[in-house]
């Protein structure tokens, strides 16, 4: 049974920092894509970044471009976001999500793609 568990969500200031984890088990980890994505209230999940099989690969979201960072651990099955200069637009459940195809460019930011997803972890920033 795949899970896919993320933890780091809190409160934080605008302005400051939080990171997330997301723990895998269940697969073969090191076999798949990995994406974070979020959804705030009303909207849509909306892509935000992934990271290739190996890590040498990433993409982000325009909107998190130069703030947020995307990593994984391969032994110990954990995709990491790290998330700076948080902004109140930055408010979300955050889900990290596990995908067979290889993270490659606009393909990486389709929900379809993603065959495993996390419960979510909130992220709320007070202005």
């Known amino acids: 049974q795949v899970q896919l568990v993320e933890s780091g969500g809190g409160l934080v200031q605008a302005g400051g920092s939080l990171s997330l984890s997301c723990a895998a088990s269940g697969l073969t980890f090191s076999n798949y894509a990995m994406g974070w994505f979020r959804q705030a209230p009303g909207k849509d999940r909306e892509f935000v970044t992934a990271i290739s099989r190996s890590g040498s690969r990433t993409y982000y979201a325009d909107s998190v471009k130069g703030r947020f960072t995307i990593s994984r651990d391969n032994a110990k099955k954990t995709v990491y976001l790290q998330m700076n200069s948080l902004k109140a637009e930055d408010m979300a459940v955050y889900y990290c999500?596990?995908?067979?195809?290889?993270?490659?460019?606009?393909?990486?930011?389709?929900?379809?793609?993603?065959?495993?997803w996390g419960q979510g972890t909130q992220v709320t920033v007070s202005s």
């Open positions: 999500a596990a995908s067979i195809f290889d993270a490659d460019g606009n393909r990486s930011r389709g929900l379809s793609i993603y065959k495993y």
